[in-house]
């Protein structure tokens, strides 16, 4: 039993339970004239309800006009001064829309302090980067249009190059009736950037019931992530990305002082090495392993971080119906 602490039981789960129905049922027959629809009390949902990790959403519903105007944005490269970079020379969302170990270099060769984020997902994160220095996906992009380690350009340029081309100013008109200006420019990136959701990960499958789409050694590491604490910081719908932590409460994690960074989100985290905010864990075997000690002062054997990591494994999503897959440099 890899566990460490058995799973929680109710000492009167019987009784608690029976309590349960009859308070559900009391309860809706009691509020049944003020509201029809109820949903159940918190006490009787499907065992799913009660995880600390729920389901990927689907897509937001979008305007097929801006959405493929975005995603025609995201990979134009005169969104960078020199016309050499697009967001998804950095986010590829054809593999796992963070791009590969070799990209972790700034434009002059130097290290980036920061490793490539995912896109995918990023819209369901509370804040974006690491250190969480933004509230929302417009910010976040125009600091990416900023950023001299980025695309090294300004929206006032980006719109000049827009508006001399009859093409995609047309599409503007036709998706916002307006040429191109700084609100639609924005806008039409975040509904691509909202759209970049991975649902139908096996782990997601097994949330909703499919009991098989897990293996048992997959689920005893599930138990392991929770009893551990792991899912104290990685929870909510991407596993993370909810929260504000030192990296490096126990044990150092990295170099130099332990940073306050957001929680990153664990979807599709087997797809994207190397790990940590300066990539310094080349594997996820070495990530958990350190995490553990860092965050939690636990030191694991190598079936518990085995468990861990084949838990991990299950979290990898799908985009457009085809798995997310790491990118190969
Ligand atoms: C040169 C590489 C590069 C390019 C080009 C680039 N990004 Fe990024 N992106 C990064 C890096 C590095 C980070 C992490 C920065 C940090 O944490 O300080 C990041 C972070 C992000 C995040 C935050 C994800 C999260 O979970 O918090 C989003 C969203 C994002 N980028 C979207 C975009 C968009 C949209 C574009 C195009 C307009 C773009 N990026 C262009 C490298 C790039
Ligand atoms: C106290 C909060 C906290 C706890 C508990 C915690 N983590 Fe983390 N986790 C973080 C933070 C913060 C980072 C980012 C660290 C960095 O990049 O320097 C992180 C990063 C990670 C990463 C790397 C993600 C990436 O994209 O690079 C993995 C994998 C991970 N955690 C797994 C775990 C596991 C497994 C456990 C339990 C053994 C755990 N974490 C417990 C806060 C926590």
């Known amino acids: 039993m890899l566990a460490r602490m058995p799973p929680f039981r109710h000492p009167f789960g019987a009784l608690f339970s029976a309590f349960c129905r009859w308070a559900g049922v009391g309860l809706s027959v009691l509020l049944a004239s003020a509201a029809p629809a109820q949903a159940p009390a918190p006490c009787c949902q499907s065992p799913a309800a009660r995880e600390p990790i729920t389901p990927l959403p689907a897509p937001p519903e979008a305007d097929p006009l801006k959405l493929s105007l975005g995603e025609s944005l995201y990979f134009d490269t005169r969104l960078s001064r020199d016309g050499t970079l697009a967001c998804d020379s950095c986010h590829d969302v054809r593999t796992n829309g963070a791009g590969s170990p070799s990209q972790f270099k700034d434009r002059d060769g130097s290290k980036m302090p920061f490793k490539i984020l995912s896109v995918f997902n990023a819209s369901l994160n509370f804040r974006l980067n690491w250190e969480g220095n933004y509230r929302d996906l417009q910010s976040q992009t125009e600091s990416s249009f900023e950023n001299p380690a980025n695309l090294a350009t300004s929206v006032g340029e980006i719109l000049g190059k827009l508006r ?23 806008d039409a990136l975040e509904v691509f950037e909202r759209s970049l959701v991975t649902p139908g990960s096996r782990f997601d499958r097994w949330l909703k019931g499919e009991t098989t789409a897990l293996t048992p050694a997959e689920i005893d590491g599930y138990h392991l992530f929770k009893s551990l604490g792991c899912s104290s910081c990685h929870q909510g719908a991407n596993v993370g990305g909810n929260l504000f932590e030192h990296a490096g409460i126990f044990r150092p994690l990295t170099q130099g002082p332990a940073l306050l960074l957001r929680v990153p ?9 190397p790990y940590f905010h300066d990539g ?50």
């Open 265 to 273: 989100s664990l979807r599709n985290v087997a797809t994207r090495p």
């Open 280 to 329: 310094s864990a080349a594997t996820l075997d070495e990530a958990v392993r350190r995490m553990a000690g860092a965050q939690l002062d636990q030191t694991l054997s190598d079936q518990e971080v085995g468990a861990i990591v084949a838990f991990l494994g299950t979290l990898t999503g799908t985009y457009r119906g085809a798995p997310v897959v790491e990118r190969v440099p």
């Open 164 to 186: 001399s081309d009859p093409g995609i100013t047309r599409r503007f008109r036709d998706a916002y009736g307006r040429l191109p200006d700084r609100a639609n420019l924005l």
